[in-house]
Every structure is written in structure tokens, then in C-alpha cells.
């Protein structure tokens, strides 16, 4: 393996949502010299699906949009100015007879190594699955949407939602405030979600049609009227709308390390989830993981429990570098590294 020092870095995070976020932080912390690989073209992670999503659950900060917490993330991550590279899916890696690792990615790029931390959550970059009708590209920048970036452009309007799970729904509840009426459709005939949203959304005014599709999309520069197929009746008909709001489930990229030849094995759950403990350990010497992607006794599928497999596995990470390290970082409150950066925030007015 031929490379510089200048290439060798102390630990490489492959993705870059919370969990991702969270562990450049922490290295930061720990003073290692950090770079992020992220398959997406931006930060985040996952987090994009629902921009205007409220949040509550992340331990010490008032409930926030989705999109605010991205925000949050993205500066705290890059805190310590970590390399991040954009559009990247690593593919490979391997380990060296010196102990560091290559990482390839499906472009052909190296990376170096001393350390590897996999926080991909549900495994690489999420796209919705488009509306497969005629014109439906055509409409995607006007009032066709595939989320909700902000409430506001549903405000008195009618609204068409297409899609029968628990976000389909939850976007039923949480416009029916705003907007002059909604339906909601779906092929099937029982749609999926906690039997308490669909009451809400019930006694919230949303008209129901199950077993219904779109079948057409009309109007000149903005959808006006839908065409519907109910495929029970074997029926057409139409229905006038202001917006019409898409939810058929995600395209997700296989997890990594689909291809054949690889060097470094990682011992999958249910051929998916990273086996690991709780200390962030995988079942090869120095990779780590963090976030949804792994799975052990305990473990809580939540944004605030990534952040706990970041801090583990960056201290695995510290520690399988430098054996006689600190178990941990020192507590940021106390943290001379912080120091500069903490005057900025106390004292920002009179500097």
C-alpha cells in the first residue's frame, strides 16, 4: 500500500447523518485527524426525508424541525474542520499488513485509514419512489411533492395525499390544520399505521378513498385535476385538487460492502444490521460502528441513542491507536481545546 502520511488519517466515518455528524465531533474532541465519506451529496443523513418533522426526543433540546436539527448537526460535526467527501459509496476495504485500512469507493477513489467507523444508518442514500404516470416530471416543481419542505405551501388549498403508511398519515394529521380540505388515497384496502393516527385523522375531516390510484395528472403549468382508478370497482373518476402530495415508500442503496472480493469481513444481523457491543465494537479490529446500521443488546433506535454509539466508538477508536490513551475526552465544559471556541460563545459581544 503506497501513500503519504499526509493521506493516512486517524479515523474515517463512512456517512454523515447524526451519528456520522456526532463522531467527527467527538474525534475532534479527541484530537484525531478525522474525514467523513458520505454516498449523498449533502450532510444529513436520513433526517432529509422529514424536514418538517418535529422532533422531541433528543435529550436537552426544545422540540425542533428536522431540518433545524441537520443545521445543528452539520455545524457541530464540522466543529473541528474534518475532510468531508460528497457523493462517495465505499464499496471495499481493506486492511493492511501494517493494520490500516483502504477504502475504495464505486469511483475508483482510495482512502487511508488508521481506523474505520460505519454510521450509514439504513443503509446509504434514500430516494422517494416517484409517481410513475404520464406528466408527472413535469409537475414535480410546481405543486407535485414528495415532501414537506414547508407547511405553508399547503395553506388553504385542497390536498391530494397518495399513500396508505404511517407517513401518509402523519401528513394527513399534521395539515389538516392548514389546508382547505385533503384526501387521502391507497390501493389497498387497510392502510398501515398506529390504529390511534387513523382515528385522528379521521376526526380531523380527511376523506378516505381506499383502493384508489392515480391513474392521470391534468392541468397546463399546474395539476388542477387528478384522474382516480378505484381497482375494485374497476372505476374512473376525477377529482379537482390544488396540490397533490406523494408517499409510495423510499429506494434505499444496498448496505455497504455489497460486492465480491472483499478483504474485510463484517459479521451481519438478519444480512443487514452490524454486529456489535455496546462499546461500538464490530467483529474486526478497528471498525466501529454507530447509528441504525448496527445492532446489540440494548441498543435504541433513536437519535439521541446515536449519539452514544458515536462517543463509543470513537473511544475504540482513540484506544486502538493509542493503547495508553484516555478511556474518554475530556468533558467539553472543561476542555482547553474548547477554549477559543467557548469565548466566542460567551463573550461574542464584547470581542
Known amino acids: 500500500m503506497s501513500r503519504s502520511q499526509e493521506e493516512l488519517y486517524d479515523i474515517t466515518i463512512i456517512g454523515g447523518g447524526p451519528a456520522g455528524l456526532f463522531a467527527a465531533f467527538y474525534a475532534g474532541l479527541r484530537e484525531m485527524k478525522t474525514k467523513i465519506i458520505e454516498a449523498d451529496s449533502k450532510l444529513g443523513g436520513k433526517v432529509h426525508v422529514y424536514p418538517q418533522k418535529m422532533i422531541w426526543d433528543v435529550g436537552?433540546?426544545?422540540?425542533?424541525?428536522?431540518?433545524?436539527?441537520?443545521?445543528?448537526?452539520?455545524?457541530?460535526?464540522?466543529?473541528?474542520?474534518?475532510?468531508?467527501?460528497?457523493?462517495?459509496?465505499?464499496?471495499?476495504?481493506?486492511?493492511?499488513?501494517?493494520?490500516?485500512?483502504?477504502?475504495?469507493?464505486?469511483?475508483?477513489?482510495?482512502?487511508?485509514?488508521?481506523?474505520?467507523?460505519?454510521?450509514?444508518?439504513?443503509?446509504?442514500?434514500?430516494?422517494?419512489?416517484?409517481?410513475?404516470?404520464?406528466?408527472?416530471?413535469?409537475?414535480?416543481?410546481?405543486?407535485?411533492?414528495?415532501?414537506?419542505?414547508?407547511?405553508?405551501?399547503?395553506?388553504?388549498?385542497?390536498?391530494?395525499?397518495?399513500?396508505?403508511?404511517?407517513?401518509?398519515?402523519?401528513?394527513?394529521?399534521?395539515?389538516?390544520?392548514?389546508?382547505?380540505?385533503?384526501?387521502?388515497?391507497?390501493?389497498?384496502?387497510?392502510?398501515?399505521?398506529?390504529e390511534a393516527n387513523r382515528t385522528k385523522l379521521i376526526n380531523n375531516g380527511v376523506e378516505i378513498l381506499y383502493n384508489t390510484e392515480i391513474r392521470e395528472l391534468r392541468g397546463k403549468d399546474h395539476i388542477t385535476e387528478v384522474a382516480l382508478y378505484n381497482n375494485k370497482k374497476d372505476e374512473v373518476f376525477q377529482i379537482e385538487t390544488d396540490a397533490v402530495l406523494v408517499n409510495h415508500g423510499y429506494h434505499k442503496d444496498n448496505l455497504l460492502f455489497s460486492g465480491e472480493g472483499k478483504k474485510v469481513e463484517l459479521e451481519l444481523v438478519d444480512n443487514f444490521f452490524i454486529k456489535s457491543s455496546s462499546m461500538g465494537h464490530s467483529d474486526v479490529p478497528g471498525v466501529y460502528g454507530a447509528g441504525d446500521c448496527v445492532l446489540y443488546d440494548g441498543k435504541v433506535q433513536l437519535i439521541a441513542g446515536a449519539y452514544q454509539d458515536a462517543t463509543n466508538a470513537v473511544n475504540c477508536a482513540k484506544l486502538y491507536i493509542e493503547p495508553d490513551a484516555g478511556k474518554t475526552a475530556l468533558v467539553s465544559s472543561h476542555n482547553d481545546i474548547l477554549d477559543e471556541r467557548n469565548k466566542k460563545y460567551l463573550y461574542e459581544e464584547k470581542i
Open 60 to 194: 436537552g433540546m426544545p422540540p425542533l424541525t428536522g431540518r433545524e436539527l441537520i443545521e445543528q448537526s452539520i455545524e457541530q460535526g464540522l466543529t473541528f474542520n474534518p475532510t468531508v467527501v460528497l457523493d462517495q459509496v465505499v464499496t471495499n476495504i481493506e486492511k493492511d499488513e501494517d493494520g490500516s485500512f483502504l477504502l475504495t469507493t464505486a469511483t475508483g477513489s482510495t482512502h487511508y485509514s488508521k481506523t474505520v467507523i460505519i454510521a450509514i444508518g439504513m443503509g446509504g442514500v434514500i430516494s422517494h419512489m416517484k409517481l410513475e404516470v404520464p406528466r408527472a416530471s413535469e409537475f414535480e416543481d410546481k405543486n407535485l411533492y414528495y415532501k414537506v419542505l414547508d407547511v405553508n405551501d399547503f395553506r388553504g388549498k385542497s390536498l391530494l395525499i397518495s399513500g396508505g403508511g404511517p407517513t401518509s398519515i402523519d401528513w394527513g394529521n399534521d395539515l389538516s390544520p392548514i389546508a382547505k380540505s385533503i384526501t387521502l388515497i391507497y390501493r389497498g384496502d387497510q392502510m398501515r399505521g398506529l
